[in-house]
């Protein structure tokens, strides 16, 4: 089992451009989350899904959108990118509610 | 907020020494969890706390949870220099969806 995986690891890109997080899990986990954490902080939650199709907002939304369309994928969108959005972004997945949460080994963005 | 907070918030010992952090929360839950942090790395799970769970032990790792003043502890037994990283504490809220993790506590081991 590969369990979470991210694409890509490392990007740059300018302010405006858009691009496009996978995360991917083989773990049949119905929850995925998308984070991000920032220098010397903890994860802020961004988005997250309780299942194929689903999606929610997590504690700081703005500026990103996510899709779930099967169950083992879960996107990050960012349609027009923001130096703000420099960060270090993790996926996560679990099999249920407030279970334990599986990590990605995390995409670096840098936006100038 | 649903946020744990770690204290302390940053941790230095000598390999060997046990290392201690808390952590503390504001309402209900159904479980804590803790996670560790290898510089650069994604978030391993640790150990998951039962609300009705008073304490946990896994290898050298041992965790408390104290439900009426909010707060967990995590101790590190035994310490190696491998165990330097940062740690997280996640409570889960009671009926929510998703865990909120505390800025963490960076521990490092001195060989």
């Known amino acids: 089992n590969a369990g979470v995986t991210q694409t890509p690891k490392f990007r740059v890109l300018k302010t405006g451009q858009s691009m496009t997080l996978l995360c991917a899990q083989d773990m049949n986990h119905e929850y995925m989350y998308w984070y991000r954490q920032d220098p010397g902080m903890g994860l802020r939650l961004i988005h997250y899904?309780?299942?194929?199709?689903?999606?929610a907002k997590g504690e700081v939304p703005d500026g990103y959108n996510v899709s779930r369309l099967k169950k083992q994928n879960f996107l990050l969108g960012l349609e027009s990118a923001a130096p703000s959005q420099t960060s270090v972004y993790f996926c996560?997945?679990?099999?249920?509610?407030?279970?334990?949460?599986?990590f990605g080994p995390g995409t670096r963005l840098l936006v100038l | 907020s649903q946020q744990g907070e770690e204290d302390p918030q940053a941790l230095s010992i000598q390999e060997g020494e046990n290392a201690t952090m808390n952590c503390s929360y504001k309402t209900s839950i159904n479980n804590l969890q803790w996670y560790r942090q290898n510089s650069g790395r994604g978030l391993v799970h640790l150990i998951l706390?039962?609300?009705?769970?008073r304490e946990k032990h896994s290898g050298r790792l041992r965790v408390t949870l104290d439900t009426s003043k909010k707060s967990s502890s995590l101790l590190i037994t035994a310490s190696r220099a491998a165990d330097t990283a940062s740690y997280f504490c996640?409570?889960?809220?009671?009926?929510?969806?998703?865990?909120?993790f505390g800025g963490g506590t960076r521990v490092l081991v001195k060989p």
């Open positions: 996560a997945s679990s099999y249920g509610r407030g279970e334990t949460q599986y």
């Open positions: 996640a409570p889960h809220k009671a009926a929510g969806n998703k865990l909120t």
């Open positions: 706390i039962r609300s009705n769970e």
């Open positions: 899904s309780v299942g194929e199709g689903t999606t």
